[in-house]
T-cell receptor
Framework: DGGITQSPKYLFRKEGQNVTLSCEQN?????MYWYRQDPGQGLRLIYY???????QKGDIAEGYSVSREKKESFPLTVTSAQKNPTAFYLC???????????FGPGTRLTVT | GENVEQHPSTLSVQEGDSAVIKCTYS??????FPWYKQELGKRPQLIID???NVGEKKDQRIAVTLNKTAKHFSLHITETQPEDSAVYFC????????WGAGTKLIIKP
């Protein structure tokens, strides 16, 4: 699985609740990424982090927040401000030297 | 910003035939061009990549070509098989991956 884990695989929440998605890697990679994928669509970048304690907004950061307190972990919080949070969320990492990204198995979030 | 255009969005080929997917880009600073395969409900998986100092790379039935002058790169799959059915994404790397919109490849038996 490329040394990246995401949990849980499926997540169900009620509208108005914040929810945090977990992403952990043991590849010693500096850079980590969060993507959102809607059915039949491509990957859209939410947030990324090139180094611990630093992160940048991607193309669709509104309604999401992240932290990078440890090199191994990059949790994503989907807040109640995200208008349409139901989607497949993918976490990825790379060493920054080659560009090759390794993906976690993804979390499918359903908000009703 | 940088943009990657991927064509076609859907490609249907007869089993055993070849499939070609093409991506064009605008930023000449990019130096790494990967291709990912994503099966339904699963994570994208890297299948082949090419760097800017190489024009072509082959791995069994899969090949990628890069034309930096024309700013396009293509994925070639020969002797297609049913397990090749998936969505294929091109990307280019310049501090982060910029993704194409994807091509749904359908292999007809």
């Amino acid at each position: 699985d490329g040394g990246i884990t995401q949990s849980p695989k499926y997540l169900f929440r009620k509208e108005g609740q914040n929810v945090t998605l977990s992403c952990e890697q043991n590849l010693n990679h500096d850079a980590m990424y969060w993507y959102r994928q809607d059915p039949g669509q491509g990957l859209r970048l939410i947030y990324y982090s090139q180094i611990v304690n630093d992160f940048q907004k991607g193309d669709i950061a509104e309604g999401y927040s992240v932290s990078r307190e440890k090199k191994e972990s990059f949790p994503l919080t989907v807040t109640s401000a995200q208008k349409n949070p139901t989607a497949f969320y993918l976490c990825a990492s790379n060493s920054g030297r080659t560009g090759e990204q390794y993906f976690g198995p993804g979390t499918r979030l359903t908000v009703t | 910003g940088e943009n990657v255009e991927q064509h076609p969005s859907t490609l249907s080929v007869q089993e055993g035939d070849s499939a070609v997917i093409k991506c064009t880009y605008s930023d000449s600073a990019s130096n790494y061009f990967p291709w990912y395969k994503q099966e339904l409900g699963k994570r994208p998986q890297l299948i082949i990549d090419i760097r800017s100092n190489v024009g072509e790379k082959k791995d069994q039935r899969i090949a990628v070509t890069l034309n930096k002058t024309a700013k396009h790169f293509s994925l070639h799959i020969t002797e297609t098989q049913p397990e090749d059915s998936a969505v294929y994404f091109c990307a280019l790397y310049n501090y982060q991956l910029i993704w194409g919109a994807g091509t749904k490849l359908i292999i007809k038996p």
